[in-house]
RNA sequence: GGCCCCAUCGUCUAGCGGCCUAGGACGUCACCCUCUCAAGGUGAAGAUCGCGGGUUCGAAUCCCGCUGGGGUCACCA
């Protein structure tokens, strides 16, 4: 595995980090490696199948074999048995066969896209990209009240940041335009699906207030019983309705519920049996709000048809959700698509699910944080999906190929930072030099210790000095800190106050005062007569005076490290000296001698 | 509360009836390397596979019950 991965995120290259603000970074081919990681016997090519069913991913040869391939064939015996028919069925097959896969990320732009939306949209996107289908971006904005403008734009960024391209969108539009539901609203696309409701008896018009809905609802809570409407209206002869329309009275048009029978669907993640509801816990839901606009129950369904979706993949909240949809597909006389109910990512204190409240989720925020695309993606992709039982650094080119609904586990994954950084810096590593100068610059601009763009002397030092933060960063926001010293003559952690010493800090253990101010003094007296200021010149000249002090290099060492960087903890010394130039060095090394008088 | 879903180390997970005295990763700890910190290396601790019943020659794997957790019960998505 310590080769370098040659191909990386096709599609996904050319739309790198062009988020608004977010500086455009050169994104070379990283050599990730970790040389504890096995040589990987899952990265045989030929483990990995083709598109399709048939092609699938059948690893683990030998009796496994035989299992994987029998659970494959159960999945798509699931397909085969929607409430349709065969004819149908055989559709879908062939749908996902031939490359017709058609699926769709659908949020609703009502703030900033956690961490949780993307990972749904990325497994919508992964599906897609696996099977050579169509991945589609949609906005439902149904909710007036709710939808933030601005926020499409922003999460739109969100998933190009993460490299998680669409082939039909609102941006891009696509043969079944628009790709936002008040568009579509607007273009009075929904309208007819609800007279074809009415006409055909599925949906009635209701004209309950919300006033006595939630009178209602109160009642039925204070008297411990479940509250499910299902209007007096759904009775009423044509005549009825047309007197109470005339007086103009506003009405919703709810969906007619079957009063009996069970309704089941199937699930890709969950497999066995599917789920199954009985009408009676069900209501009578609005499919048209007395606004005149859709409900996302109906609004969504007809966009899924319209646009041809074969599979949804959601969230897991939408299960309960899912029998009013069959329903209504029924009730269409449609084909319902394909449902795979993703699990959800939980807290990290496990109780509930990620919120930004509780976690720092935010993913417009998480470049600003210092994290990389790769990383996110890579982490985020294992989130409810494994390929084996050890491999976890993967190219986006590897999990799309390997990615597949039948390693998607059911159980809820949870929300994990320490893992997520472990993983940056395992990417942050794998950088070409050039790549981590382009990636922490922008930083190191933001903590105002380079112009914009860096000066020719500011981008000469980053050259030096960069490597020597390399290994150590786990995220790129740690690049000012770890670098201010180089820049400022200023007091470590941001403050700024001239560069002081404590003189705790500077005094070794073990050592006093008067023997630390001397051997500083000998330091200054010894570099100011280097002969040339190199790395391996300074090595030497330094472990020369170990022993002409008699101190070890420990000691000597640390207190030329606080003298010249403020701080206990920084890069190795020699780069470090080495980088800072005689000058500075015999400057900084006389203050903390001085500091110690 | 009704309905639904889920259940393997603290966390992410492997496991598809015998390859399991349960494997990997993160995190934790120890040691090595070493001018600090990282990185890297080696190793350790950590899961009686939630509990109880079955089925089976054999169960983490299949079935049932229980418990626990989560989701959902809007003119929100």
Not at 44 to 55: I, N, S
Not at 214 to 233: I, K, L, N, T, V
């Amino acid at each position: 595995m310590s080769q370098a991965h040659k191909t990386r995120h096709s599609d996904a290259a050319s739309a790198r980090p062009d988020v608004a603000g977010c500086p455009a970074r050169k994104w070379d081919t990283p050599r990730l490696h970790r040389s504890k990681a096995r040589p990987a016997r899952a990265m045989v090519a030929g483990r990995v199948g083709g598109p399709g069913p048939g092609g699938r991913a059948l690893r683990g040869d030998g009796p496994a074999l035989r299992g994987r391939w029998w659970q494959a064939v159960c999945r798509h015996a699931i397909l085969a048995r929607p409430p349709v028919g065969d004819q149908e069925s055989c559709n879908h097959r062939r749908g996902i066969m031939s490359g017709s896969v058609r699926v769709r990320f659908a949020p609703s732009p009502t703030g900033y896209l956690h961490i949780g939306g993307v990972r749904t949209a990325l497994f919508n996107w992964l599906f897609a990209r696996h099977h050579g289908g169509t991945f589609i971006l949609r906005i439902e904005d149904t909710d007036e009240k709710r939808s933030v403008t601005g926020a499409a734009d922003d999460l739109m960024s969100s998933l190009r940041w993460v490299g998680i391209t669409w082939d039909e969108g609102p941006d891009i539009g696509g043969p079944h335009g628009p790709y936002v539901q008040s568009e579509r609203h607007a273009a009075g696309i929904y309208r007819p699906f609800v007279e074809r409701l009415l006409a055909s008896g599925h949906a009635y018009k209701s004209f309950v207030s919300e006033d006595e809905l939630s009178q209602a609802r109160a009642q039925a809570d204070a008297e411990r019983r479940p509250f499910r409407y299902r209007g007096p209206e759904r009775d009423w002869t044509a005549e009825q309705v047309a007197a109470r329309e005339a007086t103009g009275a506003p009405y919703t048009v709810r969906l007619k519920v079957p009063l009996e029978g069970r309704t089941r669907f199937h699930d890709l993640v969950r497999g066995g049996d599917g789920i199954e509801i009985d009408h009676t816990n069900l209501y009578d839901i609005v499919l048209l709000k007395s606004s005149g606009m859709p409900v996302y129950h109906l609004a969504h369904l007809v966009d899924d048809h319209l646009m041809q979706v074969t599979h949804v993949l959601r969230s897991d909240e939408w299960v309960p959700s899912t029998p009013y949809h069959v329903l209504l597909y029924q009730a269409f006389g449609w084909r319902p698509p394909v449902f795979a109910h993703l699990p959800p990512i939980l807290r990290q204190d496990g109780r509930g699910k990620l919120s930004k409240r509780f976690d720092d989720v935010a993913a417009n925020r998480f470049w600003e944080r210092g994290y990389l695309p790769d990383a996110m993606f890579n982490y985020l992709a294992l989130q409810g999906w494994s390929y084996d039982d050890h491999t976890e650094i993967m190219t986006r080119d590897e999990v799309v190929a390997r990615f597949g609904i039948e390693r998607v586990q059911p159980s809820p994954a949870r929300w994990n930072p320490d893992k997520l950084l472990d993983m940056n810096g395992i990417y942050i590593r794998a950088l070409a030099p050039a790549a981590l100068i382009a990636a922490i610059t922008p930083f190191l601009v933001h903590a105002g210790l380079l112009e914009d763009p860096p000066t020719a002397e500011q981008q000469a030092l980053l050259l030096l000095v960069a490597p020597l933060i390399h290994e150590r960063l786990k995220e790129l926001g740690e690049a000012p800190g770890l670098l201010e010293f180089f820049m400022r003559e200023v007091a470590p952690h941001g403050s700024d106050a001239p560069l002081t010493y404590d003189p705790q800090q500077l005094i070794p253990r073990k050592l006093d005062a008067a023997t630390t101010a001397a051997a500083l003094a000998a330091v200054g007296a010894r570099l100011a007569t280097l002969d040339t200021w190199s790395v391996a010149a300074l090595e030497e000249a330094l472990r020369g005076l170990c022993a002409t002090l008699d101190l070890k290099p420990g000691p000597l060492f640390g207190m030329v490290r606080v003298a010249v960087t403020g701080r206990t903890v920084a890069p190795p010394l020699f780069e470090t000296l080495a980088a800072l130039g005689r000058e500075r060095t015999l400057s900084r090394v006389a203050a903390a001698h001085a500091a110690l008088a």
